[in-house]
């Protein structure tokens, strides 16, 4: 399998995380996997090496002799298959918002809940994989498929998550709405940063004046902090369907345009509470709206049991079959 995906602080880390999870799926069947991206986070870097992938450049690849592959996989809105060099059998393009005139690929794949036909009319002949029964999930979120959610009376730990990168300063937004939480609220905090985020130092600062508050950098195991976690507040990114197959609490507002749909159609499924634009929300509401679901058990127990519906886990799975059967294998 080769992979074109790219990563950095603007673009973030979700479309090379998300191939992750495919790569993964791929390498546990006994295949082997390239990453092709231009100046990837070490982080990035790193988890790809440690599955067993190789990484390189698109200078690199196209030096080399063509590499035998079975498959290409092409995941971001600046790519396509002529990006990457010589062809391979079967093209798997990853989309979010059908924003492209057309799309030349054997396979198309948008896991957000928003994700139409209507959407891709007129603009590609590919095998459309849709909706969130095709989320690509990584190995340490869904091998915990049947792990049950309990729900506390109040809400006693808080993880914030907004993105790999977080260029829109979302984070800075966040702790100060930490500063502002009613004092009976007793609540430890986690504050995920992501590996592509260029501000750790100056988000350690704030943070060490706040009781209770932990910045954890570039965590491997992003499943175990869900799970540690009473409720969450995120980004609308890829993040959202593990959080939804963790049954988790979510508060959720975009960080950019191409998340307001996921974030409204995972609302409409009664699965997140979307507070909108993340660049529009104060740190007065943010704070407001995580006292107020933090104290309402219900409200906490319908969103963790409407958002567990929404994904079932198997999506890398789903995914890798319809990459067989283009393939012509079992």
Known sequence: MVVRADAGAELGLGHAMRCLALAQGWID????????????????????????????SPAQYQSISAQPADCMVVDGPHLTADTVGPGAPSILMIDDDGGRDRYDCDLLLNQNP???????????????????DHALLRRDIREWRDWQRPIAPVATSLLITFGGSDPGCHTERGLKALALLPEDL?????????????????????????????????????????????????????????????????????????????????????????????????PETLAASVAELARDQGRRRALSEAARAVVDGQGVDRVLGAMADRLGRT
């Open 186 to 282: 007793k609540i430890a905090v986690r504050v995920l940063v992501g590996g592509g985020n260029p501000r750790l130092a100056e988000l350690r600062e704030p943070a060490a004046h706040l009781s209770g508050v932990e910045i954890i950098h570039d965590a491997r195991d992003v499943g175990a902090l869900i799970r540690r976690s009473d409720m969450v507040l995120s980004a609308a990114g890829s993040t959202l369907w593990e959080l939804a197959m963790l049954a988790t609490p979510m508060l959720i507002g975009s960080a950019v345009p191409v998340e307001r749909g996921p974030a409204q159609a995972l609302a409409a499924r009664g699965g997140a509470m979307n507070l909108g634009p993340l660049e529009q929300v104060s």
């Open 29 to 56: 069947a006994g295949g082997t996997a390239v990453l092709i991206s231009q100046d990837p986070p070490p982080p990035v870097a790193t988890r790809w090496v440690a599955e067993g992938a190789t990484v390189m």
């Open 114 to 132: 928003s994700a139409e036909p209507a959407l891709y009319a007129g603009k590609t002949d590919a095998r459309l994989l849709l909706g969130t």
